[in-house]
């Protein structure tokens, strides 16, 4: 089964730095982008920005470049996604998505969603 | 970036209706356009790709059309486990955008 698994839920403070990840099961993980979409609580998903695992190529919405970053490990088919210094404002869910592109780079797997809250 | 605008933001139906979700792209996309369906609690889920074509194991009551900048998901015949919110999304230009959502309720 194709599936992309996510790491748990994390609580943080702000200024704390996370990294939260994202393995792939079931598919040649170099083979497909992964993508990152944030869902503010109440509102639609958001676009934040893919990975190449083939060759870590990145691709950033441009509301997100600067303030996250994204890598992949490909020997352990793993892709990741980074805060620096987070802020209560990306409290959120996140999701990672597969990016097929012979369906017109639909995101046709996702995983569970990662829910960050940031608090003091 | 490309703005997409989908209408009625909610609605309210019975089962066995006919629903229509309009999705409007700022420019035309031609037929980079995406459906998604999405439930509390869960994970958007792929329904149709390239505005008209359905995602393997979706059931065939979904139907998507249109191109270049008007685009329609039409469910025929809703059923209970329709409920949830559907979004679109263009996928011709990153940053790769998703309309606000509309809300079906049965």
């Known amino acids: 089964e194709v599936q992309l698994v996510q790491s748990g839920p994390e609580v943080k403070k702000p200024g704390e730095s996370l990294r939260i990840s994202c393995k792939g099961r079931?598919?040649?993980?170099?083979?497909?982008?992964v993508n990152w979409v944030r869902q503010l609580p109440g509102r639609g998903p958001e676009f934040m920005g893919s990975i190449d695992p083939f060759d870590s190529n990145t691709d950033y919405s441009p509301s997100f470049q600067g303030r996250v970053t994204i890598s992949v490990d490909a020997a352990i088919t793993t892709a990741y996604l980074h805060w620096g210094s987070l802020e209560a404002s990306d409290t959120a869910i996140y999701y990672c998505?597969?990016?097929?592109?012979?369906?017109?780079?639909?995101?046709?797997?996702w995983g569970q969603g990662t829910a960050v809250t940031v608090s003091s | 970036d490309i703005q997409m605008t989908q209408s009625p933001s909610s609605l309210s139906a019975s089962v066995g209706d006919r629903v229509a979700i309009v999705c409007r792209a700022s420019q035309t996309i031609y037929n980079y356009l995406n459906w998604y369906q999405q439930k509390p609690g869960g994970a958007p889920r792929l329904l149709v790709y390239a505005a008209s074509n359905l995602q393997g194991g979706v059931a065939s009551r979904f139907d998507g059309s249109g191109s270049g900048t008007d685009f329609t998901l039409i469910i025929s015949g809703l059923q209970p486990e329709d409920f949830g919110t559907y979004y679109c999304?263009?996928?011709?230009?990153?940053?790769?955008?998703f309309g606000q959502g509309t809300k079906v309720e049965i």
């Open positions: 079931g598919y040649n993980f170099l083979d497909s982008w």
């Open positions: 999304q263009q996928t011709y230009k990153t940053p790769r955008t």
């Open positions: 998505a597969r990016r097929n592109d012979t369906k017109w780079y639909a995101m046709d797997v």
